[in-house]
T-cell receptor, first 114, second 112 residues
Framework: NAGVTQTPKFQVLKTGQSMTLQCAQD?????MYWYRQDPGMGLRLIYY???????DKGEVPNGYNVSRLNKREFSLRLESAAPSQTSVYFC?????????????FGAGSRLTVL | ELKVEQNPLFLSMQEGKNYTIYCNYS?????LYWYRQDPGKSLESLFV?????AVKQEGRLMASLDTKARLSTLHITAAVHDLSATYFC????????????FGKGTRLHILP
């Protein structure tokens, strides 16, 4: 029961470097999400994808890009990392559509930008 | 734009006491979720509330939803140390592109 798998778990970058956070789910979920968590700010939605082939901006999309590679995978890219992007990033997925379905979260990826 | 507000953001309480966490949201919503996060861990689902007047209970936690007031509450009865965690409410809107917005969380610290 892998659920939602995120890689890497930890990453240190220098300002201006780029990197991609990977996320994969094995639950045949339609919807996938990227959140960032900062102290005192809760979880803020960066981007989400309601189905394969679609992506939409969330609350804080600036400085990020996403790709819904297929139904299983949803990646988050930082093209030019900034210290303000130091955070814990969570990927989540759910079945989506009508009916209540809860999010399943990955373990998180802790990113530090120096 | 959907906004979700929780209060208090931090709560320190003694074991055995009762308390309530509040979650307000800004637009009509069909679904309200509560999640728990332990320090350094990911989030786990606690409750899903779907209709006005809905009440769900699990052990010492009880959640309720008032859609007319756009308010959900998470009530803790006779708190125990194991309930120390951060609790988040989240809201989405049926048929509105599947976006889910979280509150800032309530960090609950229960003193033994």
């Amino acid at each position: 029961n892998a659920g939602v798998t995120q890689t890497p778990k930890f990453q240190v970058l220098k300002t201006g470097q780029s990197m991609t956070l990977q996320c994969a789910q094995d639950m045949n979920h339609n919807s996938m999400y990227w959140y960032r968590q900062d102290p005192g700010m809760g979880l803020r939605l960066i981007y989400y994808s309601a189905s394969e082939g679609t992506t939409d901006k969330g609350e804080v999309p600036n400085g990020y890009n996403v790709s819904r590679l297929n139904k299983r995978e949803f990646s988050l890219r930082l093209e030019s990392a900034a210290p303000s992007q130091t955070s814990v990033y969570f990927c989540a997925s759910r079945l989506g559509g009508a009916g209540a379905n809860v999010l399943t979260f990955g373990a998180g990826s802790r990113l530090t930008v120096l | 734009e959907l906004k979700v507000e929780q209060n208090p953001l931090f709560l320190s309480m003694q074991e055995g006491k009762n308390y309530t966490i509040y979650c307000n949201y800004s637009t009509t919503s069909d679904r309200l979720y509560w999640y728990r996060q332990d320090p350094g861990k990911s989030l786990e689902s606690l409750f899903v509330l779907l209709s006005n007047g809905a009440v769900k209970q699990e052990g010492r936690l009880m959640a309720s939803l008032d859609t007319k007031a756009r308010l959900s509450t998470l009530h803790i009865t006779a708190a125990v140390h194991d309930l120390s965690a951060t609790y988040f409410c989240a809201v989405d809107i049926l048929n509105r592109d599947d976006k889910i917005i979280f509150g800032k969380g309530t960090r609950l610290h229960i003193l033994p």
